[in-house]
């Protein structure tokens, strides 16, 4: 069925320390879809499980705040979420002779007009079905039951016009109104039915046909709801029924009325649940204690109160249910709530609350702690475990403690997933007591951080827990402790974020020292399960960074200790190309391919000729390209990156300071050096060419490099510090003053429009 519904109030979440709500822009529509999706696709904050503690129906109210419904990425229709039910409902009716498939068929999918010829079929007014109809098989199910079954399909089928919308969940909804004409049909189909089961389905399409039906006919919904509503049993067909009376009560502004009735249908089953919480909304204070006194018993009570509280106020919802039944299961869905929303706002590294947050989280604790100290709930666990929770959470580390202890002693015996939620926050709170690391603490968290490991990489599983951010915030922890006491290997192990760390190759060396050591610690051996990167990407990086500080031979003899590296260079990084073009150097014809080792090979050869005196023009060029290529800039960039230094990020990311800058990723200071060098020894004016456009480029990348820089679209357009301009300047200028008889000169002018506007207007 179609639930009337306020879209807007219900797509926003709205909590507040007070209960007053005034939702005057309310706009009324006929829900076709009950959105589940978010725009946000992150998870909440989370170590504590709902699941563990709340009864399954009420699952779909857990606490998120990035989906309507939790665990629903969408909802179902309200034109199929009932297909199911309706199937096996007839198919009991029919004492399940009629076939489940041809059922589905004309249930769901046939059109009236195929419901028509099935029926036709069935009197032999037509001899056979089209070849697309299924077969339909009835076993042995009367004539009587099947011609009033199709009777009622048919009429049921012209009813879905009006009452099924299929539309865009973003579009407005224009609520169908009923043909005027059919109201007679029913009613008389209604008067000459005899079986109860279909009798009571019509009596459904009439309270829905008036309820969308215009005008004053529209009064009609409530007029035979009532004067029928003592002939049905009070099963699911009665309570959608229901619904479109709370419905029409909404459109006639009776919130009161609407929201109890909303709530009796909630109350009845899981089906219904979505669909009367979506259209559940009171709309102030009068309002709601004006629907509260329609409650006749008080059961229905607690369930407005549950309601209203899972929406709006979890705190005061709790405190008026435990005066009425401290054992009511509805309470557990609102305290579950209460500390999913309390822990969502907690990160990691916690920041002062504003004064009223922490005011409203400090009344909901001392409200959850009173109950738990009664213990007079069904869930005495529960709420000790929750006292202790809130907390912790406000790092009152001692009491949350005692309460922790008190819950211990009420689990139930041989419940797996409650012992593991209630180790889970025992560990969480063992750690944030920690004030030091020591051996008595290393001992004690062999067993928790190796529980941990193995839930993470699934080696045992314990449904529904949420121990992801536990995880994080044990490692955050310990690492701060670690760092706190100067042991920098072991806080990288637990939090492998400080980048700083792998600056210092000493460091490296010692964590790559602990990695290999052959008898390790229970202790370090748990540790090192939280470590992420193996040996091999340790020796890579030890190894690039000397290769950027020149210590090649040194580079080469860390690369060697790794497992053999068989991947190559996409492009020839001893080439230089006048204007950097990546995906051209992948492209081009290369007659060597590179793998890591050989290029480091080739470069120490180079380089070792360059100190003897040897071919220093050709070895000081490809070597300055082999330093031009390796950085950010160039084809080769790729030889930076590993699980340390990872793809694409500048070394100011990693490093922190313009010092360090000098000797990693952007810099262009070992290509000048080799580029001077090559001019230096060049035996012609093309190849002296060459080398100062090259060292123009390095200039340029120079300012690109500099803090001052803040972009360019345009050579006019840069800002930077002056020393790096002029630097770029007097290439440009010597380029054009001493080699412009050049062919290389031509080229430059061809290729490079920063040269050639620098050439312009000189």
């Not at 470069?603 to 330093?627: F, H, Q, S």
Request: glycine share 4%.
């Amino acid at each position: 069925m179609n639930w009337p519904t306020s879209i807007l109030k219900n797509l926003m979440r709205k909590q507040s320390g007070r209960f007053l709500l005034v939702f005057s822009f309310c706009t009324l529509a006929i829900a076709g879809v009950i959105w589940a999706c978010a725009d946000s696709d992150d998870s909440d904050y989370s170590v504590f499980a709902p699941e563990y503690f709340v009864n399954k129906q009420y699952s779909p109210f857990f606490y998120s705040s990035y989906e309507v419904y939790y665990g629903l990425r969408y909802a179902e229709s309200s034109n199929t979420q009932y297909n199911n039910i309706i199937v096996n409902e007839w198919d009991t009716h029919f004492n399940h002779q009629f076939a489940n498939v041809s059922l589905q068929f004309l249930l769901l999918k046939a059109t009236p007009g195929q419901v028509d010829s099935v029926y036709r079929r069935f009197t032999g007014a037509l001899k056979t079905l089209p070849a697309r109809y299924p077969a339909i098989s009835t076993g042995n199910v009367s004539p009587k039951m099947l011609t009033a079954f199709y009777t009622y399909l048919k009429l049921a089928k012209t009813c879905e016009t009006y009452a099924v919308n299929d539309y865009d969940s973003w579009e407005k909804v224009t609520p169908n109104h009923a043909a005027a004409n059919l109201e007679g049909t029913l009613v008389g189909a209604y008067n000459k039915e005899t079986d109860p089961f279909i009798k009571e389905r019509l009596w459904f399409q009439m309270v829905r046909y008036y309820y969308f039906a215009k005008g004053s006919d529209n009064a009609k919904t409530i007029k035979l709801f009532d004067q029928f509503k003592t002939h049905f049993p009070k099963n699911l067909t009665y309570y959608r029924t229901m619904g479109y009376v709370a419905g029409y009560y909404y459109q006639q502004k009776n919130y009161a009325l609407s929201n109890y009735l909303y709530s009796l249908c909630y109350n009845y089953t899981y089906t219904l649940k979505i669909p009367s919480f979506w259209s559940f909304h009171p709309q102030n204070e009068s309002d709601w204690q004006a629907t509260l006194k329609l409650a006749k018993t008080p059961e229905e009570k607690i369930t407005l109160w549950h309601m209203l509280g899972a929406r709006y106020d979890e705190g005061r919802a709790i405190r008026e249910i435990i005066a009425i039944n401290p054992k009511s299961e509805k309470l557990d869905l609102l305290l579950s709530r209460l500390i999913n929303i309390r822990e969502a706002g907690t990160l990691p590294i916690e920041t002062p609350p504003v004064d009223s947050a922490r005011k409203a989280d400090a009344g909901n604790r001392q409200l959850v702690e009173s109950i738990a100290l009664k213990n007079n709930t069904a869930k005495p666990y529960f709420w000790n475990l929750a006292a202790g929770y809130l907390n912790f959470l406000d790092r009152n580390y001692t009491t949350a403690g005692k309460f922790y202890a008190a819950a211990k002693k009420q689990l139930p015996a041989g419940d797996k997933m409650l012992t593991a939620q209630s180790k889970l926050l025992d560990i969480l709170l063992y750690v944030k007591n920690l004030k030091k690391m020591d051996a008595t603490a290393e001992v004690k968290l062999v067993e928790p951080l190796n529980w941990l490991a193995n839930l993470r990489d699934d080696k045992i599983e314990v449904t529904d827990l949420r121990f992801n951010n536990a995880i994080s915030d044990c490692n955050l922890a310990i690492s701060k402790l670690y760092k706190k006491q100067g042991d920098h290997v072991k806080a990288v192990c637990f939090d492998n974020s400080n980048r700083d760390f792998y600056a210092d190759s000493a460091n490296v060396t010692h964590l790559i020292n602990l990695l290999n050591k052959p008898a390790k610690t229970p202790f370090e051996q748990a540790m090192l399960r939280y470590y992420p990167i193996g040996t091999d990407n340790l020796y890579y990086h030890q190894a690039i960074m000397l290769a950027y500080r020149q210590q090649t031979q040194k580079a080469i003899t860390w690369f060697k200790k790794m497992q053999p590296d068989t991947t190559t260079f996409l492009g020839n990084p001893f080439n230089g190309r006048m204007i950097d073009c990546h995906d051209c150097d992948h492209a081009a014809p290369q007659k060597q391919k590179f793998t890591t080792l050989s290029f480091l090979q080739t470069l120490n050869d180079m380089e070792t000729e360059i100190k003897a005196g040897k071919n220093l023009y050709r070895n000081a060029y490809l070597v300055a390209n082999a330093y031009y290529n390796i950085t950010y800039y160039g084809n080769a960039r790729a030889f930076y990156e590993s699980d340390v230094v990872m793809p694409g990020a500048l070394s100011r990311d990693y490093y922190g300071d313009e010092e360090k800058m000098d000797d990693k990723l952007t810099s262009m200071r070992i290509a000048i050096k080799y580029y001077e060098m090559a001019r230096k020894n060049a035996a012609t004016d093309e190849q002296r060419a060459r080398c100062t456009f090259m060292l123009g480029k390095c200039a340029l990348n120079d300012i690109y490099n500099d803090p001052e820089f803040k972009g360019a679209n345009k050579f006019a357009d840069i800002k930077a510090s002056q020393p790096v301009i002029d630097a770029y300047y007097n290439y440009f200028a010597e380029l054009k003053g001493k080699y412009n008889q050049t062919v290389y000169y031509k080229e430059a002018l061809k290729e490079c429009g920063y040269f050639r506007d620098y050439a312009d207007k000189k």
